[in-house]
C-alpha cells in the first residue's frame, strides 16, 4: 500500500542534543512538507521541498533543519536552539503543486517531548 | 495575511443529531479549500477539496460547501464513528506551496 511513514512514533529529547525524525513516502509524490501541531493550534509549516536537493522554510523554521537527498526521503533535525520542540510533528506529501490543487497526504506523526 | 478561523471549537452530538461546522478565511484568491479528519495520535485524513463558491461535495455523512468568504462541513446524522478533530485549510494563490490551517473542530457524537 503506498502511504507516508513517520519513525519513530515516539521520541524524548534531552537538553543540548539534536535529534532527527524520519519521513519516508512512496507515493511518489515530488513535493514533500514538514508541520508542527500543538494544542489548540492550526498545523504550522516547517519546511517544505518541492524537488531532490531544494527545499524553503515555512512559517517556523528557526531551530530546525532539513535534507532531501532523495526523492522518497525528507528528515528533520529538530537542533538544541529549538528551545520549545515539544509537539506533534506531521510530515506530508502531495504530487507537484504547478500541477493543480492537489491535497497534502499526511503520515501519522511523531511525538516529542523532553526528557 | 490569510486567516482562518473554524467553529465552534467543540461540538458534542446525540447519535442522529445533524449539525454544521463552520470554516471562514481570509485571502487574497482562493486556490483550494481542504477538509480533513483527524482521530486522536494520527495524522490528518483528506476529505474534500472545493474551488470555487456554490461547490459542494458528498461523502457518506458528510457534505462540504463553500462560499466567498467560509466553508460549512454539513454532518447528517452522525454516528458515533464520526467523533474526530475535523481540520479546515486554505491555499491562497499567491502563497505558493503553502496550506493555512484552522485549529479545528473536535466532534464528539454519543450513542
Known amino acids: 500500500d503506498g502511504g507516508i511513514t513517520q519513525s519513530p512514533k515516539y521520541l524524548f529529547r534531552k537538553e543540548g542534543q539534536n535529534v532527527t525524525l524520519s519521513c519516508e513516502q512512496n507515493?511518489?509524490?515530488?513535493?514533500m512538507y514538514w508541520y508542527r501541531q500543538d494544542p489548540g493550534q492550526g498545523l504550522r509549516l516547517i519546511y517544505y521541498?518541492?524537488?531532490?536537493?531544494?527545499?524553503q522554510k515555512g512559517d517556523i523554521a528557526e531551530g530546525y533543519s532539513v535534507s532531501r537527498e532523495k526523492k522518497e526521503s525528507f528528515p528533520l533535525t529538530v537542533t538544541s536552539a529549538q528551545k520549545n520542540p515539544t509537539a506533534f510533528y506531521l510530515c506530508?506529501?502531495?504530487?507537484?503543486?504547478?500541477?493543480?490543487?492537489?491535497?497534502?497526504?499526511f503520515g501519522d506523526g511523531t511525538r516529542l517531548s523532553i526528557l | 495575511e490569510d486567516q482562518v478561523t473554524q467553529s465552534p471549537e467543540a461540538l458534542r452530538l446525540q447519535e442522529g443529531e445533524s449539525s454544521s461546522l463552520n470554516c471562514s478565511y481570509t485571502?487574497?484568491?482562493?486556490?483550494?479549500l481542504f477538509w480533513y479528519r483527524q482521530d486522536p495520535g494520527k495524522g490528518p485524513e483528506f476529505l474534500f477539496t472545493?474551488?470555487?463558491a456554490g461547490e459542494e461535495k458528498e461523502k457518506e455523512r458528510l457534505k462540504a460547501t463553500l462560499t466567498k468568504k467560509e466553508s460549512f462541513l454539513h454532518i447528517t446524522a452522525p454516528k458515533p464513528e464520526d467523533s474526530a478533530t475535523y481540520l479546515c485549510?486554505?491555499?491562497?494563490?499567491?502563497?505558493?506551496?503553502?496550506?493555512?490551517f484552522g485549529a479545528g473542530t473536535q466532534v464528539v457524537v454519543t450513542p
Open positions: 507515493l511518489n509524490h515530488d513535493a
Open positions: 485549510a486554505v491555499q491562497d494563490t499567491d502563497s505558493w506551496g503553502k496550506l493555512q
Open positions: 521541498s518541492q524537488i531532490v536537493n531544494d527545499f
Open positions: 485571502v487574497s484568491g482562493l486556490r483550494g
Open positions: 472545493l474551488y470555487s
Open positions: 506530508a506529501s502531495s504530487i507537484l503543486l504547478t500541477k493543480g490543487n492537489q491535497p497534502q497526504h
